[in-house]
């Protein structure tokens, strides 16, 4: 027979406290997500540029039309992501679309103003594709987390995560090395290569840290 002591600690212990419900992120928190994910990205995709590389996505379709045409990377990037607006309104939302609009445009901003804000002398290629891969994975991620993207193929694989389970990364990362293989044409082999490196490093940042279940603010 157990003792009184031992049977009140069986009836007195608390049950477990249950998860606290995620918190949705104010209105500031996402205004300050945009602004430095944006930020982020614009410096990798100057580091990119400036060496010739490629990223993927709909901002390697830019810098293709960019090195093909002579047109700013800016002006390719905004235009190519306006029929993308129309599937992230339909599939994620109006909020999703909103941000996602307000994304593309500051990272337009941002690749028009970095380069004259500073100037680069010296930049290693290999250099440029890891730093530059893990600046625009972290700014993305930044973007991802606040229900934002870069437009293009980022809302086809946020849709896809949400609707199907598979990860972010690994169809950005399919969709971006077909993307750096159609550079050929346009780059010399060893900047294709870089730009895969590049490109392997952004979406092993994605696929490491955008799990679904694994970040639950939204």
Known sequence: MSSPSHALSQTTEPPPRAPAAPSRHRPHEDVQALLTGTLFVGLGVVLFGHVGLLSGGTAGLAFLLHYA??????????????????????????????????????????????????????LAPGFAAVAGGLLVGAGMLMLFRHRASLGGFNVLVLYLQERFGWRAGHIQMGLD??????????????????????????????????????????
């Open 69 to 122: 045409t002579g047109v700013s990377f800016s002006v390719w990037f905004f235009l190519i992501n306006l029929p993308f607006y129309w599937l992230a309104w339909r599939r994620m939302g109006a909020p999703f679309a909103l941000k996602t609009f307000a994304a593309v445009g500051l990272l337009s901003l941002w690749a028009y103003l970095i380069p004259r804000w500073i100037s680069i002398g010296a």
């Open 177 to 218: 090395c077909a993307i750096v293989l159609t550079a050929f044409a346009l780059r010399e082999p060893v900047q294709i290569a870089w730009s895969v490196l590049g490109a392997v490093v952004l979406n092993m940042t994605l696929a490491i840290n955008h799990r679904p279940g694994r970040y639950m603010a939204v």
